[in-house]
């Protein structure tokens, strides 16, 4: 039985572990085929180019990253700025994406700690989330006494077997008791007053790309035993000191060159299909024939390539079903401004917020990263980022200028600031987990013998979230491959997988 998150036995769990009878490196003439340079495409090829493995990476961006890319664009003054897709937290327990970054910085050394975590209102004084122990109960102990929020009455009134099921998560029994109720209804049960509900638990549950309404209750509740219940690092997380091109893509780009493998940008996959033993790639500029074939695409893209590839549809019917009924969540909006002046010096950088109809976080990147601390100590300015994300809006201009209203709300000295550039946008690609959802998405291992699938919505068999279940999916597919051909597969770490009251019978009441 896999153990549970406790006192004392707050630590990384081994979720795979390597056959030392096996060997390491794949049989001479092995290749791979990923189609995808996110980071499930690029997880997988480094898994693979490392043990011999003939790589070729096809991305259809004349970039890579997927929703963690970068790229440059002039500003009106004449210097040149990266733009990132959008901010992104780098938790301590992403241990299979942290490992993936070693491969190229073994320090992580571009990764700097975000002192602090508020979670801020326009409403309500602030949270701050930084600091908590990482066992329960002890930092649910920890948070009721330092939270502004959470008070005596919510903690009497607040339902028993609600609470509960947060400290028991079971892959097993959570889903079956919950993912056919939506969050909003599993948070109306708990009973929790608005201002707790707002500023723990509103903040928490759109940071998946979802109103609380369109997210499982059984996804929210593993959620926040990954995040908060069951993290043996706590809830504190870093981010990047300069852009995600220079710190990540490049330098693992370099790696894969030098492991041999073929990485190709400006290259769109139009169809794949079955072709004897193995799997034909049709791309803009060439024709592949490969025995493995990873499909490492953001949901909407994959379902959009098996309904052009309708050999592989006949070949894989369960694939081609599941694709069919993935959903994609609602778009995210993201604003990056650049101001004339500083916002004020007792802003972080970095907000959840909550409690605004659209903003859900605001990142001062000319106080996170290099690039864009120079460009604000030489002009005087700032370079802020709003980010909604899940936005009922549907035109991006009009989605940033609501933001920025809301911005100004929160922090009035931005009101009158002067933007003196802007880059918005409006974007669907993040995957939805919706309630009734779990067991019909697609697994990494699929009904076609050397086709494989990754990606942060894929149906995984160990607990992960965001940008740590993209990369653990890529090993998993990479794993499948070694599997097939007789190799060790490689370690994967995860946090524990059961919560502190996981199988422990109710006390009758």
């Not at 011999?52 to 990253?65: N, Q, S, Y």
């Not at 201009?397 to 920025?404: F, H």
């Amino acid at each position: 039985m896999t153990s549970r998150a406790a006192p004392l036995r707050m630590r990384p769990r081994r979720l795979v572990t390597a056959d030392p009878l096996l060997p390491r490196q794949v049989p001479a003439g092995t290749e791979a085929v990923i189609v995808g340079g996110g980071i499930a495409g690029i997880s997988a090829a480094v898994v693979l180019a490392e043990r011999g493995v003939d790589v070729t990476v096809l991305e259809a961006a004349d970039h890579l990253g997927g929703r963690l890319n970068a790229w440059p664009e002039t500003l009106p003054d004449g210097t040149e700025q990266m733009i990132e897709h959008g901010f992104h937290a780098f938790f301590r327990h992403y241990y299979t994406w942290r490992s993936i970054l070693r491969r190229a910085d073994p320090q992580l050394s571009f990764l700097a700690a975000v002192p602090s975590y508020p979670v801020i209102s326009a409403h309500w004084p602030d949270e701050d989330l930084s600091g908590l122990p990482a066992a329960p109960p002890l930092n649910l102990l920890a948070l009721a006494v330092r939270s502004k929020s959470l008070g005596r009455r919510d903690l009497l009134s607040a339902d028993a077997d609600t609470g509960r099921a947060l400290l028991a998560y079971d892959r097993a029994t959570t889903f079956a008791e919950f993912d056919d109720l939506d969050a909003a209804t599993f948070l109306d049960r708990f009973g929790m007053s608005e201002r707790t509900r707002t500023m723990l638990f509103e903040a928490f549950a759109r940071s998946f790309f979802c109103n609380q309404g369109e997210l499982s209750a059984a996804e929210l509740v593993a959620m926040f035993h990954y995040y908060f219940l069951g993290n043996p690092e706590g809830i504190g997380f870093d981010v990047p000191d300069t852009d995600y091109s220079t710190a990540i893509w490049q330098p693992l780009r370099r790696y894969l060159d030098g492991l041999g493998a073929t990485v190709a940008t400006g290259a769109p996959v139009h169809s794949v299909a079955p072709d004897g033993q193995g799997w034909q790639v049709s791309a803009a500029d060439r024709q592949l024939h490969t025995k493995n074939l990873v499909l490492a695409l953001d949901p909407g893209a994959l379902r959009t390539l098996l309904a052009d590839s309708p050999e592989t549809a006949a070949a894989a019917p369960q694939l081609a079903q599941r694709c069919e009924s993935l959903r994609v969540a609602p778009p995210f909006a993201v604003s990056r401004l650049w101001f004339d002046r500083d916002v004020a010096p007792v802003r972080p950088g970095f907000s959840a917020v909550s409690g605004q109809a659209n903003l859900d976080s605001i990142a001062v990147y000319s106080r996170l990263e290099r690039p864009s601390i120079e460009w604000a100590r030489a002009t005087g300015g700032s370079i802020v980022e709003l980010h909604s994300y899940s936005c009922r809006l549907t035109d991006a201009i009009e989605a940033a200028d609501a933001l920025r209203a809301e911005l100004a709300t929160l922090w009035p000295e931005t009101a009158d600031a002067v933007v003196l550039h802007r880059h918005d946008r409006l974007e669907a690609t993040a995957p939805a987990f919706p309630p009734g959802s779990a067991g019909t998405r697609p697994g990494v291992r699929t009904d076609a013998r050397g086709l494989r699938v990754a990606g942060d919505f894929v149906e995984l068999p160990y607990l992960s979230g965001l940008m740590e279940r993209s990369a653990m999916s890529g090993v998993l597919a990479a794993n499948d491959v070694f599997a097939e051909v007789g190799v060790a597969a490689e370690p994967i770490m995860g946090v524990p997988q059961r919560g502190l009251l996981a199988g422990i019978p109710r006390i009758p009441r």
